[in-house]
Every structure is written in structure tokens, then in C-alpha cells.
């Protein structure tokens, strides 16, 4: 016993000069016999204080920690003391009182012979480190968001602003009577600009993917068709690039999606693999893309693989980021994120797995919708030109210039203008509108309180309301639109989707 107790000795403080922390030696009855703090022995003074404590009394020296700790500690303890099995535990402690910060422990307790072993390892700074590197990650996300959106939007927006300079300073020439002006150069530099502003709406209706609501129609689809218009619509990136081979199971259920969204995810997803074989030179470049039942989670399993270039995990861990991109001049970065906020919102996952030299496979799951397949019918189109009414519109916008627009696109019609709700709501009885426009987000006031008021005290003018937004909800706004599924139309629109709304609405029967 005692050679054996010289053996466990020794052994602690060879562990004690490599470990930096704390390890403790209890004898055969769980008593401390020793404990080593930092690579050297503690204090004779403060050893003795501990040394013959059975391990179960030190409660008695941290009665302010929490005792459900405590109790999981002392099971750990036991496990290692009374069964003689190894047993470990992560916990978290504010040291060394309950006033003071949180510190993170991993304690492991080491049968050896009949005695035992508690190693105990401060893993405060690797927590912080790792919390640190999390946050730096989500900034660095963040950061790239917002330069990708400066950097995307402040182009066009430099052309917008220098051709319509231009196109006035053209304007300015041909009201003095110049002879130099020339209405086609007038007219260039506002189809530039026009173009510019197509582009913002662009980034701006991509970006709108983000937030949650979205104003797609989601219906049971078959994966067949998705796929394949995705392929047709991808099928020049693809041909010169790689062979593509397509598997399906037969007899495979519908999904839910709305057809528009999911067949971008797929184009982005086929574009990317194409693309992954332009760096590299593959001898039997090839795209396979599998479609399977999964029953487990009731769902279709879509696994588009390529053995293209392939990704380092560095690359492999950013690439549902907004706006990260690896592709100097032909990437936007936001294929992945894009995809990524569709199949999440549609209660699917995307995820990908990557080697580099090997290629990527991009795991798209959607859950099926059994209990409506058959159902599907095609989607109607109609298209009705705009009609000549003329009716009394209330146009509630904090926003002048969006105010006057809607007064130009909707000059056949008698429009009255309020910055805010409660001066339009003071008007409603004396104006009696036909038809109201409502920004969904006003300073102080929302969409939701004219839908309240007019359900109470105007129930027939709720279908005659429409509401705009910039598509950016907060959660308030989010729910609204889910429960009560109003008119909307979503800025930037264009003049004749603003006309055809409001026709609908002065058509509107009560
Ligand atoms: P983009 O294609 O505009 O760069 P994405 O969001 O579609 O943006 O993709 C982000 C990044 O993910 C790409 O720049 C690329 O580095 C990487 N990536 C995506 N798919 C693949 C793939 N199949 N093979 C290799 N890299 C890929
Ligand atoms: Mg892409």
C-alpha cells in the first residue's frame, strides 16, 4: 500500500508539472490527500487546512455555489470513487464568489488503483476564445453584408446620378435655345439610368430574401418540373463545362415550394458546380444530380454533386455568408445565402460537403406535402390592361417624393395625400375614399392600426386597402401579414403594378 502510495505520488506530480491547472489526490476513502494548483505544490499552510477532508465535506468551503452543481459534481465524484469507472464533467462556476464572473471548469475523475484522481482544467480563456471567434465570424459576415451592399448598389447608383446630371444639363441647353442639345443624348442617358435603377431593384429584391416573409405563393410542386426548367435555364453554363447526369426514384411525392424560388435555388446550385470546373482541368468533368425519398424525415433528398475544384473548410464554412464570394469578378456571393433563406423558410435544410481536388456535393432536403399531392394545377395568368376610373384615393406615405409619385402614376384619379395616420384617420369620414394606399411602416404608427380601425368602425373599405412596404418587416409587421394577408405591394414597384392594384381595388364588389 504504501509503495503503491509513493507510485500514485509520483505519478500526481508528473500530471501537475504538465497540467497548469489543479489536480487533486483522494485516498482509498475519498479523503484528500493532496493537491497540486498551477505546475507546483500548494503551500504546506493551505494543504493543511484540506489534507484528511473526505471530498463530499468540501461543500462546506463554497456554500454560496449552487447547489444542483455541487450535487452533479459529487455524482461525478462518486462514479469514479464508488464504482471505479472514469467520469467527467464541463461546468460553469462564478469564482470565487457568486458575485464574480463566470469561470469554465472540465473536471475528470481517474480511478488508479484504489485510489483516485481529480483533474480539474480552467478552460475559461478557450471558451472566450472560441465565443470571440464566433462573434468575429458573425462580423466578418456582417461586414461583408454591408460592404457587398455599398459596393453593389453605389455602382449604379453613380451611373443613375451622372446620367440624369447629364440628361439635365442636356435639358438646360435645349430650354436656352441651344442648338448643340440633342433629345437623343437626353434620352440615352435616362434609359442608362433606368437600367441603373433595375439593377438596385435587383440587389434590393435579392436582399429581400432575407427576411423572413415573403410574398411567393407556396403550392405542391413536382421536383421533376423544378429540375428541370433549373437545368434548362443553366444548361449554357453547363454544356461547354461538364457532362450532367440526372437520377431520379420513381414514383416520388410532391413538395411544397413556391416554383419561381425553389428553381433559383437549383439554378444557383447548378451555376456554382459548372463554375467549380473552371479553374481546374478535369478530365471527366461531370454533374450528378440524385433525387431520392427520404422516409425517415418524409422528405426529398436532392444531392448535386460535382469533382470539380472542391473547397478548403476555411472556404467550405462561409458559403451560405451573404456576399461571400471567392469568384473575383463573376461571384455576387448571394447564390448560397439566397438558397439558403428559401429551403429554411420552407422547412427544408441545404447543406454541402467538400474536398479539395475531389469536388462538392450541395444536400438540398425538402419536406413533403402527401396529403395535397394530385392537387397540383397550373398557375393562371391574367393580365388585364388598366381601366380609365377615376376614383377618390386616401394615400397615407411619410415620404413626399413617394407620395408625388403615386400622384403622377395615378394623375386619372382624385388623390389626397396625409403624411400620417392620425392626420388621414381625422379625414376619413369627411373624404369617404373609394380606395386607401398605406405605407405598411409609418413614424410612430403602423399598417396594423388602420387595419384595426377600419375593422371596427369601416369593415367594407378593409378589401378596398392596399399597404406598401420596402419588403424589410419587423417581427410585428411579420405577423400581421402572416394572419391577416392584406393587399400589398412592395416597393420598388412599377407604375403599372400600382395602376392594376388599384383598379382591383375601386373593382372590389362589397
Ligand atoms: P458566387 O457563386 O456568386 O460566388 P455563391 O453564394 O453561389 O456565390 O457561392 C459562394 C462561394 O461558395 C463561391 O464563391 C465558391 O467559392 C463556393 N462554392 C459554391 N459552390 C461551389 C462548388 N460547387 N465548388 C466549389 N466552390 C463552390
Ligand atoms: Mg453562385
Known amino acids: 500500500m504504501k509503495n503503491n502510495n509513493t507510485f500514485v505520488q509520483q505519478a500526481i506530480s508528473l500530471i501537475g508539472e504538465i497540467i497548469p491547472d ?55 465524484v462518486d462514479r469514479c470513487l464508488v464504482q ?17 464572473p463566470s469561470y469554465y471548469f472540465d473536471l475528470r475523475a481517474l480511478p488508479v488503483e484504489d485510489q483516485t484522481i481529480l483533474l480539474v482544467r480552467n478552460t475559461t480563456s478557450e471558451r472566450l476564445l472560441e465565443e470571440q471567434l464566433a462573434i468575429s465570424e458573425r462580423m466578418a459576415s456582417l461586414g461583408t453584408l454591408a460592404a457587398g451592399v455599398a ?10 446620378q451622372c446620367n440624369l446630371v447629364l440628361a439635365m444639363e442636356e435639358l438646360d441647353i435645349l430650354r436656352e435655345g441651344g442648338e448643340n442639345a440633342s433629345l437623343d443624348e437626353i434620352q440615352r442617358s435616362l434609359e442608362i439610368a433606368l437600367d441603373g435603377t433595375q439593377r438596385v431593384a435587383k440587389i434590393t429584391k435579392e436582399l429581400k430574401h432575407f427576411s423572413k416573409v415573403s410574398e411567393f405563393e407556396i403550392a405542391p410542386l413536382k421536383i421533376k418540373d423544378i429540375l428541370d426548367s433549373a437545368i434548362k435555364l443553366s444548361a449554357n453554363e453547363i454544356r461547354h463545362r461538364a457532362e450532367l447526369i440526372v437520377r431520379y426514384e420513381p414514383d ?38 440524385s433525387v431520392k425519398y427520404k422516409e425517415l424525415n418524409n422528405g426529398i433528398l436532392i444531392a448535386i454533386s460535382d469533382n470539380g475544384v472542391g473547397m478548403p473548410s476555411s472556404v467550405l ?16 456571393g448571394l447564390g448560397l445565402s439566397v438558397s439558403h433563406r428559401i429551403i429554411h423558410d420552407l422547412g427544408g435544410t441545404i447543406s454541402a460537403e467538400s474536398s479539395p481536388g475531389e469536388g462538392t456535393t450541395v444536400f438540398v432536403s425538402l419536406p413533403c406535402s402527401n396529403s395535397l399531392a394530385g392537387q397540383v394545377s397550373e398557375p393562371e395568368l391574367t393580365i388585364d390592361s388598366p381601366k380609365a376610373t377615376q376614383a377618390k384615393i386616401m394615400v397615407i406615405e411619410d415620404d413626399v417624393m413617394i407620395q408625388n409619385l403615386i400622384k403622377r402614376i395615378l394623375d386619372h384619379h382624385d388623390i389626397h395625400t396625409y403624411s400620417s395616420l392620425h392626420e388621414a384617420l381625422r379625414y376619413l369620414d369627411e373624404l369617404a375614399p373609394d380606395a386607401i394606399i398605406c405605407d405598411l411602416m409609418l413614424p410612430g404608427e403602423n399598417g396594423e392600426d388602420l387595419h ?38 412592395t416597393k420598388p414597384f412599377k407604375s403599372i403594378d400600382l395602376m392594376r392594384h388599384v383598379d382591383e381595388l375601386i373593382q372590389c364588389t362589397d
Open 22 to 76: 489543479i489536480v487533486i489526490h483522494l485516498d482509498s476513502e475519498g479523503r484528500l490527500e493532496h493537491y497540486y494548483k498551477g505546475q507546483k505544490d500548494v503551500a504546506p499552510e493551505q494543504l493543511a487546512v484540506l489534507r484528511g477532508t473526505q471530498i463530499h465535506e468540501c461543500r462546506k468551503f463554497v456554500p454560496w455555489a449552487p447547489k444542483a452543481l455541487l450535487d452533479e459534481l459529487t455524482a461525478v
Open 151 to 160: 459596393h453593389e448598389i453605389n455602382n449604379p447608383l453613380t451611373y443613375i
Open 252 to 289: 416520388l411525392p410532391h413538395i411544397y415550394g413556391d416554383p419561381y424560388q425553389l428553381t433559383q435555388v437549383f439554378v444557383n446550385i447548378l451555376i456554382n458546380a459548372a463554375q467549380s470546373f473552371d479553374e481546374v482541368s478535369v478530365d471527366d468533368a461531370t454533374i450528378k444530380i
Open 84 to 100: 471505479r469507472q472514469r467520469s467527467q464533467l464541463s461546468f460553469k462556476i462564478r469564482w470565487p464568489d457568486e458575485h464574480a
Open 452 to 489: 384595426d380601425y377600419l375593422l371596427k368602425n369601416k369593415p367594407k373599405l378593409l378589401p378596398r386597402t392596399l399597404f406598401i412596404t420596402g419588403g424589410v418587416f419587423t417581427p410585428g409587421a411579420e405577423l400581421f401579414l402572416k394572419a391577416v394577408k392584406p393587399n400589398l405591394l
Open 317 to 332: 464554412r462561409r458559403i451560405f455568408d451573404p456576399f461571400f464570394t471567392t469568384k473575383e469578378q463573376s461571384g455576387t
